[in-house]
């Protein structure tokens, strides 16, 4: 609407300095004519000899006030023919106009584009074959609105584009409900929005405009990590300082508690050397969330990276002082130990350690494990056989229980098999181990031997026959009970009462066979018990009344 009225208005603007233009040529014709025929009468009056030729003054602009010479007949001809082309010339002026005129018709009546252009190539043809002034004030009013067409065929091309870029993303502008902050999380839809907009202009490679989409993005979900970190991975191509900056912003201000983008964050100034901003970062979200693994891993392998390894080591050791929890607290010895034995070469540090550990906690498998280990990579290129088997015995003596001593004795078999020196150690091993352990271990194998019972087709098998007795039972105390009321209504038509007297008789003669069931079963168990004698009565269970 608003190329339109510009448009409209610019048509007006034309018609007007068109509706100016015709004026002043009407003007300058008139004059033409009057200077053309008061020549004319002259030369006539001079060729009559009327009057005589200069009697009259005759009065144009720009020509002075002189007295004619008389005409001869060449000369006559000559001005007649200047007239001719004086009245092409007027012609010529006529029809550029009345072209003005009928292009300002068209304009108003169709209001086409066409008619516009075609305008203005007329403005150009008429106006541009005069050179433009030094100063924009002595512009005439035809070549302003020539520059004013040119400007808008100019500007056309442009306009386009950005129409066709507002109808591509006009969808995705409607459908974004909340363009400010809250604490209160987005839609589904919204979230998904903002991603398929992002994804979109990321396409047309139009870094200034993708970043302030990002930007507007970022006001409405600042709390979403993963927006953050897809604005970090496109401008970690274009500018290293700006993503720095923007790290910052989100570790600092809006993600204080999320670690991934932390540790993302550490990495990045890692790589460019930064390393105090690194520090920063991990030490950031150490303070934040204390106690995640990955933070306290990755700052241990900062300050290993860059030779602190006594730094390192701290860190891991204070993690163990603060942990909770028996499996946290093996976790992190085990990498403490790791790390005192393949970074810092200090096997003698480990074993101390772990001894240490051992004699607080003598019940921990994974502490004699680990000893294990320890003991068993220490040597250069042999493992110290005796190193390794003093800590199977220790490990055999201790606190443990009977299931988990077996499983180390028949480790130290395979060891001594495999690296021992002494055959008269191997031959004591397999004695004790025969004799204290082997038969617990064979339990162990025959438990799991054992195979599982199927109780599942059982217990189906029994829900299936509950369910069909259920069924039956229910089929059949329905039928019988209609028709019992059906029996009991059909006696009711005979007279007043007839259905409770029925119903009566029935449950006495009930009762009866009930009380005599149950005398014949006590009898029979009575004999039983005493031994029945000959012909004593047999029981017999009675016949149930299935109408009841």
């Known amino acids: 609407k608003e190329e339109e009225e510009e448009a409209r208005a610019a048509a007006e603007e034309a018609a007007r300095l068109a509706e100016e233009q015709r004026k002043q040529a009407e003007e300058e014709e008139a004059k033409i004519q009057e200077d053309i025929k008061r020549m004319q009468e002259e030369q006539k009056m001079a060729v009559l000899g009327d009057q005589p030729p200069g009697i009259e003054e005759v009065t144009m602009e720009g020509v002075e006030d002189q007295e004619p010479a008389p005409v001869e007949p060449e000369e006559e001809a000559v001005q007649e023919e200047a007239v001719k082309e004086e009245a092409e010339e007027e012609e010529k002026v006529e029809d550029v106009v009345a072209m003005q005129e009928d292009a300002v018709e068209e304009i108003k009546e169709e209001e086409k584009p066409e008619a516009v252009e075609q305008m203005t190539e007329d403005f150009n043809k008429v106006d541009m074959e005069e050179p433009l002034p030094d100063s924009p004030e002595a512009l005439t009013a035809k070549q302003e609105a020539a520059i004013r067409e040119q400007m808008l065929l100019d500007m056309a091309p442009i306009h386009e584009k950005i129409l066709a870029e507002i109808e591509e993303v006009v969808t995705f502008e409607d459908g974004i409900k909340r363009p400010y902050f809250h604490v209160k999380e987005l839609e589904r839809v919204q979230l998904k929005n903002w991603k398929n907009y992002l994804n979109l202009i990321i396409e047309k490679k139009n870094n200034p405009r993708t970043i302030i989409l990002f930007e507007r993005c970022l006001i409405a979900c600042a709390f979403y990590e993963g927006f953050w970190i897809k604005y970090i991975n496109f401008m970690s191509d274009i500018d ?34 930064n390393l105090e901003i690194a520090r920063e970062a991990l030490d950031h979200i150490d303070k934040g969330m204390p106690g995640l693994i990955a933070v306290i891993l990755r700052r241990a392998g900062l300050e290993r990276r860059t030779g602190n390894i006594e730094q390192g080591g701290d860190i891991i050791k204070l993690a163990i002082e603060n942990c909770r929890g028996r499996e946290t607290r ?34 921990n498998k994974k502490l004699y494990v680990r000893l294990l280990d320890l003991e068993h990579s220490s040597g250069t290129q042999y493992p110290n056989c ?48 025969n004799k204290n352990w082997k038969t617990v271990l064979d339990e162990k194998k025959k438990e799991s031997s054992v195979p599982i019972k199927d109780y599942k087709r059982r217990d189906n098998y029994s829900n299936n026959r509950n369910y069909n007795r259920d069924r039956n039972y229910n089929r059949d105390r329905n039928y019988n009970h209609q ?38 079963y006590a009898q029979q168990q009575q004999f039983a018990a005493q031994g029945a004698p000959q012909g004593a009565p047999q029981y017999q269970q009675p016949q149930q009344n299935r109408g009841y």
């Open 240 to 273: 290293k300082e700006v993503t720095s900056s923007i790290y910052r912003r989100a570790c600092m201000v809006h993600l204080v508690k999320k670690p991934y983008i932390h540790l993302n964050w550490a990495a990045f100034e890692e790589e460019r050397g």
């Open 330 to 363: 093996d976790f992190w010895i085990n990498k403490y130990i790791g790390y005192l034995q393949y970074s810092a070469k200090e096997i003698d540090v480990a074993r101390k350690f772990l001894n240490e550990q051992i004699e607080r906690n003598p019940r």
């Open 386 to 433: 005796a190193a390794v088997v003093a800590v199977f015995d220790k490990a055999l003596t201790s606190s443990l229980t009977i299931e988990e001593k077996a499983g180390f004795s028949h480790r130290r078999l395979t060891f001594l098999e495999e690296f021992g020196d002494n055959v008269t150690a191997i031959i004591s091993a397999y004695e004790d181990h």
């Open 483 to 520: 028709n019992n009321y059906n029996q009991n209504n059909f006696n009711n038509q005979g007279g007043a009462g007839g259905y409770n007297m029925n119903y009566n008789m029935q449950h006495a003669q009930q009762q009866q066979q009930y009380q005599q069931w149950y005398s014949q």
